[in-house]
């Protein structure tokens, strides 16, 4: 038997997450479910192309440098991708008890991993703390790609970045100004100030379609 399903880590809409050992290793296996509501061909090429996709999100980002689980094995027929389990904790448990310094330390690498992201053309597509873990060397790894895409556009980068920020509101609400701060930062180092400026205007012009813009964001 090549794999012991140990648990049962996450059940999203779109895929059931397992803790596995597989040969030897401790995996993680990303399984996409068939949807009932659907026809059944659409599901099976909806679940196919997002299984591809997300692969190929996680190989790119990771030949960049930027820190996200190993893929293992990828099965286009079970449309399942078995990747590296990262041993840590999610940034989302940890934030709100950490020291400021270690804070804004942390969000600027995580400022760093997100710009080097955008500016290859890669959009997270759900950027929250739950989905940035520290590892026990405290390197911080990206996961969950699975609403991601490849695109330069002003406008899916604005997005990705109100998505982050509006995480940070909603869960980390006394630091989060410092937090985007110093994530932005990180996201300057490597998308340049231009960029970083124009990236921002984006995420300012996509609250202004809403009904509230906090203050601090009204320009």
Known sequence: MDAIRCEVLAKGA???????????????????????????????????????????????????????????????????????????????????SMRIEEVAKTMRKVGVLVGTLHNNGIIHGDLTTSNMIISKSGNIFLIDFGLGMHSDDLEDIGVDLHVFLRALE????????????????????????????????????????GRYVPPELRK
Not at 33 to 49: C, N, Q, S
Request: charged share 35%.
């Open 14 to 96: 779109e895929a059931i997450i397992y803790k596995e050992v597989w040969y030897g290793f401790v995996v993680i296996r990303k399984v996409r479910i068939p949807k009932r509501y659907r026809d059944p061909r659409l599901d099976r090429i909806l679940r196919v192309k997002r299984t591809i996709n997300e692969a190929r999100l996680l190989y790119d980002a990771r030949r960049l440098g930027v820190s996200v689980p190993a893929i293992i094995d990828v099965s286009i027929e079970n449309t399942t991708i078995i990747m590296e389990y990262i041993e840590g904790i999610r940034l989302r448990d940890k934030l709100n």
């Open 170 to 209: 909603s869960t980390h609400t006394h630091v989060a100004s410092i937090c985007f701060r110093q994530f932005l930062k990180g996201y300057k180092e490597v998308m340049g100030e231009d960029m970083m400026k124009k990236a921002v205007n984006k995420v300012y012009e996509i609250r202004a379609r």
